[in-house]
């Protein structure tokens, strides 16, 4: 089982800036991708942004250019700098990591999520 462990969030004002972590852990043989979702309050979750392994990026249109993903593959570890926030990014923010792990069997993972609050 891979597990994800974040951190990074917080409260801060608007116009401010977080970068959130992300490490994972456990037997993982390789890492297909590496994301970031959030869920504000009664909305779905949604794609923030995520990084391949070709380090290949994308983005939410809401957050291009103001926020940049990056990925350690040695570290396991997926990092989201996210500058110029505004209220509306307020949300919990989830990590995700796909790849294979024990036996080369594929996994999905999730974060246990942490609070951004941006503050108008």
């Known amino acids: 089982q891979v597990r994800l462990v974040e951190s990074g969030g917080g409260l801060v004002q608007s116009g401010g800036s977080l970068r959130l972590s992300c490490a994972a852990s456990g037997i993982i043989y390789s890492i297909n991708n590496m994301g970031w979702y959030r869920q504000a309050p009664g909305k779905e979750r949604e794609l923030v942004a995520i990084?391949?392994?070709?380090?290949?990026?994308n983005y939410a249109d809401s957050v291009k250019g103001r926020f940049t993903i990056s990925g350690d593959t040695v570290k396991n570890t997926v990092y989201l700098q996210m500058n110029s926030l505004l209220p509306e990014d307020t949300a919990i923010y989830y990590c995700?990591?796909?790849?294979?792990?024990?036996?080369?069997?594929?996994?999905?993972?999730w974060g246990q999520g942490t609070q951004v609050t941006v503050s108008s």
């Open positions: 990084i391949t392994t070709g380090s290949s990026t």
């Open positions: 995700y990591v796909a790849g294979r792990g024990r036996d080369y069997n594929g996994f999905q993972s």
